[in-house]
C-alpha cells in the first residue's frame, strides 16, 4: 500500500482531513531544539520515564515539585544525587515515590552531560540527528540511559517535538498487516526495516514521520 492508501483510510474513519491533520504531533525546529538548555532535556526525559505505565496528568501535576527537589534538572547536580538523598526523597509525599524510577535520574542526567560534552551540546546531538535514521537515536538513548528501551527513546522524542514515529499498537497493526514484521518490532533488523517503510512513505507524502505515524493509526479506525 501506498502512503495515499493509508490516508484514504484514515479518511474513511474521520471523514475530515483538516481534522485529521489537527492531530499531527507539533514539531520544534532544529533550531529550537539547539536553545533548550541541557536541564530541559533532563527533565522532559526523567518525566517520561515516570509516565511510563502511569497516568500522565498525574505525573504532570507532580513534575513541580520534581523540578523543586532536583534542582531544576542541572544534569551536574543530579549526577551526584546519593542513596541518602533518595532515602529522603521518598519521604516527599509531593513526589512519586517509585525507587526504581528514582534512581535513573543520576544515570540519565550523566547520559546528558557526557553526550553534550560529545556535540557541543544535547540540544546539537538532537537537532542534527537525520529523522530518516531516527531508530538510531533510540538505540543510543537505550544503551547510554535508563528506562528508556522499548517506547522509551521515541517518547521522549515526540515530547521534545523531534521528528519521529511512534510504535504504538495501532501502529503496529498496520506493520504487522503490510508483512513488515510479525509482532511489535523490537531488534534492530526489525526497527531498520521500519524505519525505511517510514522513510519510504515521507518520500511519497513529504510529510514528517510523525505525521505519518499518525496517518497510520487513524488508518485503522477509532
Avoid at 544534569?75 to 516527599?92: G, H, K, S, T, V
Avoid at 535520574?105 to 550523566?110: D, G, Q, Y
Wanted: charged letters at 25%; glycine letters at 6%; proline letters at 4%.
Amino acid at each position: 500500500m501506498t502512503f495515499e492508501d493509508y490516508w484514504h483510510q484514515a479518511l474513511n474513519h474521520y471523514q475530515d482531513a483538516a481534522l485529521l491533520r489537527a492531530r499531527f504531533p507539533q514539531l520544534r525546529t532544529a533550531e529550537q531544539l539547539r536553545e533548550l538548555a541541557d536541564d530541559r532535556y533532563l527533565s522532559t526525559i526523567c518525566q517520561r520515564v515516570f509516565r511510563a505505565g502511569m497516568r500522565h496528568s498525574v505525573v504532570d501535576s507532580r513534575w513541580p515539585a520534581f523540578e523543586e527537589q532536583f534542582w531544576g534538572f542541572d544534569p551536574r547536580a543530579c549526577q551526584l544525587i546519593d542513596d541518602a538523598r533518595f532515602e529522603q526523597l521518598m519521604l516527599n509525599k509531593a513526589l512519586i515515590r517509585h525507587w526504581r524510577k528514582m534512581k535513573t535520574v543520576p544515570i540519565n542526567a550523566l547520559m546528558v552531560s557526557d553526550l553534550s560534552q560529545e556535540y557541543g551540546s544535547f540540544g546539537e546531538l538532537i537537532a542534527q540527528w537525520p529523522s530518516d535514521e531516527i531508530v538510531g537515536l533510540w538505540q543510543l538513548f537505550k544503551k547510554r540511559g535508563a528506562f528508556l528501551g522499548g517506547d522509551g527513546g521515541a517518547r521522549v522524542l515526540r515530547m521534545l517535538g523531534k521528528d519521529t514515529f511512534v510504535l504504538s499498537n495501532d501502529v503496529v497493526r498496520v506493520l504487522i498487516n503490510a508483512d513488515l514484521v510479525s509482532a511489535k518490532p523490537t531488534g534492530l533488523r526489525d526497527l531498520n526495516r521500519v524505519q525505511a517503510f517510514f522513510n519510504e512513505l515521507h518520500d511519497q507524502s513529504g510529510l514528517p514521520l510523525s505525521a505519518i505515524s499518525t496517518v497510520l493509526a487513524m488508518s485503522i479506525g477509532p
